[in-house]
C-alpha cells in the first residue's frame, strides 16, 4: 500500500497542474496575507470594540475559507479525473493491472494515494488561513474548534476525490472533470441560494431542488459545518454568519447529515471498486 502512495505522488508531480496549483496556492497565500493586513489596517481593528473587532474578523475568516475551497476543489479536480481512463489511454494502467493484486485493492490503494496527498495539502492551506487571521486581527481560535473544522474542511476534498474516481471509470477524462465541476458548482450555487434564502422570498421549487443537488454532492453542506465549528459553534458563529448575504447561513448541517456524507462516500468507493473491478482495460 505504501508503494502505490508513492507512486500517486510520483505522478501528481509528473502533471503540470500539481506545479500550477502549487504556484497559485502560494499566489493566494501571500495576496491574502496582505490583503488581510491592509483591511486591518484601514478598518481600525486595533482601535474598534472588542466585539466589532471580533465581528471584522469572522468576516475575514468566512472570505478566507469560503476561496480557500476553490483550490482544494481545483487539486482534486484535476488530479483525480484521469485517474482511470486517463492511466488506460497511455497505457500505463494495463500495466499495473497485471500484477497480482485484486483490482479493488489497486482502486482502493489508488484512492489512498490520492487522499493522502490531498489532505497534507488542504492541511497546509487550512492552517495557513486560520494563522493569517489569528495573528493579524488576532481572532480567538480554541484548539477544540479547529481541530474539529479542520477534520471537516479535509472531508469535503475527500468527498469530491471519491466522486471523481468513481466518474474516471465510466467517463472519458475531459468528460469525467467537466460532470464533477459540473456538480460541484451545483453544490456552492445549492450554498449561495440558502444564504439568500435567509432574507425570504425563495420559491418552494427552488428550496425542493437545493436539497436534492445538494444531495448529490454535499461538499457545501461539510463545508459550511466546518465553518461553524472553526468560528467557535453555537457560542459565536452566529455573529458572523447570520446576515452576510449569500455568505450567510439559514441552517447548519447536523450530525446525522455527516453521518449520510460517511455513507455517501462508503457507497461511492464500493461503486467504483465493483466498477473498476469488472472494467475492460
Same mark, same amino acid.
Given at each position: ?19 500550477? @496549483? ?25 482601535? @474598534? ?233
Amino acid at each position: 500500500m505504501t508503494m502505490y502512495i508513492a507512486v500517486t505522488f510520483k505522478e501528481l508531480t509528473r502533471k503540470r497542474v500539481f506545479l500550477v @496549483t502549487l504556484i497559485v496556492t502560494f499566489v493566494f497565500l501571500a495576496l491574502f496575507a496582505i490583503g488581510v493586513h491592509e483591511m486591518a489596517g484601514i478598518a481600525g481593528l486595533d482601535t @474598534t470594540s472588542p466585539a466589532e473587532r471580533l465581528l471584522n474578523s469572522m468576516v475575514l475568516m468566512v472570505l478566507g475559507l469560503f476561496f480557500a475551497q476553490f483550490l482544494a476543489a481545483f487539486f482534486v479536480l484535476f488530479s483525480a479525473m484521469g485517474t482511470v481512463t486517463g492511466e488506460q489511454e497511455n497505457g500505463l494502467l494495463l500495466a499495473v493491472a497485471a500484477r497480482a493484486i485484486p483490482r479493488w485493492k489497486l482502486y482502493l490503494a489508488k484512492w489512498l494515494g490520492h487522499a493522502v496527498w490531498i489532505t497534507a495539502f488542504n492541511t497546509v492551506l487550512f492552517v495557513a488561513i486560520v494563522w493569517t487571521i489569528h495573528s493579524q486581527v488576532h481572532l480567538p481560535v480554541l484548539a477544540g474548534d479547529l481541530l474539529r473544522g479542520l477534520g471537516l474542511f479535509l472531508w469535503m476534498p475527500l468527498l469530491l476525490l471519491t466522486l471523481t474516481m468513481l466518474g474516471s471509470v465510466y467517463l472519458p477524462m475531459l468528460g469525467n472533470g467537466i460532470c464533477a465541476a459540473l456538480l460541484y458548482g451545483f453544490s456552492l450555487f445549492n450554498g449561495l441560494v440558502e444564504g439568500i434564502a435567509v432574507y425570504g422570498n425563495i420559491p418552494p421549487a427552488v428550496e425542493k431542488f437545493v436539497f436534492l443537488t445538494g444531495l448529490l454532492l454535499p461538499t457545501d453542506s461539510v463545508y459550511r459545518r466546518s465553518l461553524y465549528e472553526v468560528l467557535g459553534g453555537a457560542d459565536w458563529a452566529g455573529m458572523a454568519i447570520s446576515d452576510m448575504g449569500p455568505f450567510s447561513m439559514s441552517s447548519i448541517p447536523s450530525n446525522m447529515f455527516l453521518l449520510y456524507t460517511a455513507g455517501y462516500a462508503i457507497v461511492l468507493l464500493l461503486l467504483g471498486c465493483r466498477a473498476f473491478s469488472r472494467k475492460d482495460l
